[in-house]
C-alpha cells in the first residue's frame, strides 16, 4: 500500500534517474551510512545521541510500532520540538514505511485537526510538554475526534503504555528495515499556505534525498560541521538545507536549541564550537544587537558560516554579517515545496549580500512568468515558475487549487515574484501569492480570514501584511463588525479555536467596509497602502519635535 501523489511524468523521472539525482535509496540510508560510527550525531541540552545510537533506537522504536501494528500504508502525525527523539521518532518511522506529517511545535488544535483529517493517521507521537497533550483527558479527546489513531506515544508520558521513551527502550529483536520505494512518498513537508487549509507536500525518497545531498556539496558539510539547529527542527530549511540531514549525511554533528535567541544561541556557539547555523533574518538582527550590548558575550569565533533565509535580507543587514561577526554569510531561498537556491561559498562579496541565490541543480527550470504566462528577460520581474528533480508535482489531495499553482507543464507557480540575473541568480521582489512572512513563519491570509469570520460580531475580514523593522513583516486584519470589538476578544477566539500564536493578527482595524477592486476581489494592496500612510503620518507626528 502506497500513498497517492501526483508523479512527474515519466520522461522528466527518466531524465533525473540518468543523471544521478534519483539513486533509488531511502532516507534511511543517511544513517545506514553512519550507522557503526561511535562519535556524536546530536545532542539536546538533555541527552547526546552518537550514529550508532541512533540507528540503534530507531531500529527499536520500529519494531515496537510494528509489534503495535503500524507498517507500509499507515501515516503518522506528530509534533516534537527541538529534541533527539525527532530523528529517532523520523528514523523509526521511515524504516517501517510509515508516512509522517511532522508539524511545528507551535501549531495548536487547529492545524493539527487539519493536518489529521487529511492523512487519517494511524499513529499520533506528542509531547505531554505541548498544552494540547498536557492531560490524559486532552490526548483522549484528541484520539477520539480522529478515529482513525489507532496508537499514540507520548514523550514525557506519565504511564508506560504510551512512554515514547519506554517503546525506544524496548528490545528491537531480529528487526530488519523495510522502508516504502524511493520513488514513493516518505513523508509530508508542510507548505506555508495561501489558502485556507494548510497544504500538506508529498516528498519521495528519491527527491529528498537529492535535495540534501546536493546541499551538502554546495554548503561543504563534512565530518567536522557542527551544525546548530536553532529554528523548528520540522521546518524544511533545517531539516534539508543541509539542514540536520545533510550534517548526519556529511557525518557531523547537530546541536538542538530551544530557540533562535542570541540568550540561548551565543553559550551553545562557544561550548560546542559550532562551525555553522541557519537563521531567518529577524534573529540575525537580535543576534547582530545582542552582540553591541552583552559585554562578554559567548565567542562566536567558531561560525565559519551563517545562513540566512526564509524571508527577504536586506543588503544593509546582509553585509553586516561578515563584518560584525566575521563569518561568511549564505543567503537561501528555498521552499518545503522543493526548489532550493543558495549563493556559493566562492561567490564575490556583493553578490553574496544582493541575491538570493541561484538554483542548485543544473537541472532546476526556473523562469520568470507575466500575467499571462509568458516568460521574461532577465532583469524583469514576474512570477517564479519551477520543475526540477526535487521540486513537487501537487500538493496532497489539493486537486482545484493544483490547477491554479501548475501549469500545463507541470511548472510550480511559488507566489513569488523575482527577477533573474543575467547569469542566473534570483532577487526576490515581492509576491503575489495572499501569503504574510512574519519573519520567516507563514501565515495564509485566507486561514486566518475563515476562522475570524466565525467570531459573531465579524461581517467580512481582511488579513494584510504590514512593514515591521524587526519581522519583515507582521499581520494586520481589517474588519467590518456588528458592533465595536476589543482586540482582546478576537484574539481570544482565535486562541479558542486552536491557531498557531504566530497567526494571531498583531494589529485589528476597524473598517465601514473592505475596498473592492474593479472585479470585486477586496483591494488588498489599497488596505497595505492605507496602512503605510498610517505609518508614516504617525511618525511624522512622533518626529516632529525634534524635527523643529
Ligand atoms: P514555505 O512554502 O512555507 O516553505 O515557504 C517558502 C516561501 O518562503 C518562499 O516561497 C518565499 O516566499 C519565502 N522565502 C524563503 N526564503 C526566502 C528568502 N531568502 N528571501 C525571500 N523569501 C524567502
Ligand atoms: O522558507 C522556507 O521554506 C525555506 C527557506 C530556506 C526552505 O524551505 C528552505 C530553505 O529549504
Known sequence: MTIEFTRWPDALAQ???ERGYWLGLPLTDILQRQADRDVAAISDSISTL?????????????????????????TALVQLGNVTEFYVVFFALLKIGVVPVNALFSHQRSELNAYASQIRPALLIADTHHALFAEH???????EQHP????????????DAHSLAAWIAEEAGDFCASPTPADEVAFFQLSGGSTGTPKLIPRTHNDYYYSIRRSVEICRFDSQTCYLCALPIAHNYPMSSP???????????????TDPSAQVCFPLIEQHVITVTALVPPALTLWLQAMKEWEGHPSLDSLTLLQVGGAKLSETLAARVPQEIGCQLQQVFGMAEGLVNYTLLDDD???????????????????VADEHGNPLPAGETGRLMTRGPYTFQGYYLSPEHNASAFDEQGFYCSGDLISLTDDGYVQ?????KDQINRGGEKIAAEEIENLLLRHECVINAALVSMPDNLMGEKSCAFLVTRSGFKPVQLRRHLRELGVAEFKLPDRFVRVERLPLTPVGKVDKKL???KLIAQEQSISQEHTAPQGE
Open 50 to 74: 552518537s550514529y550508532r545510537q541512533l540507528d540503534d533506537k530507531s531500529d527499536r522504536l520500529a519494531a515496537a510500532l510494528q509489534r503495535r501494528g503500524l507498517g507500509a500504508g499507515d
Open 15 to 17: 531524465r533525473y534517474r
Open 428 to 432: 526576490v521582489q515581492g509576491r503575489l
Open 243 to 257: 539542514g540536520a540531514l545533510g550534517v548526519f549525511y556529511g557525518g557531523g554533528q547537530v546541536i538542538l536549541a
Open 148 to 159: 482513525s489513531l489507532r496508537v499514540t506515544a507520548l514523550r514525557n508520558a506519565e504511564d
Open 527 to 529: 488596505l497595505r497602502e
Open 349 to 367: 562579496p556583493q553578490r553574496i549580500f544582493t541575491t538570493q541565490g541561484t538554483p542548485m541543480c543544473p537541472d532546476d527550470e526556473l523562469w
Open 137 to 143: 483527558t486532552l490526548v483522549a479527546a484528541f484520539v
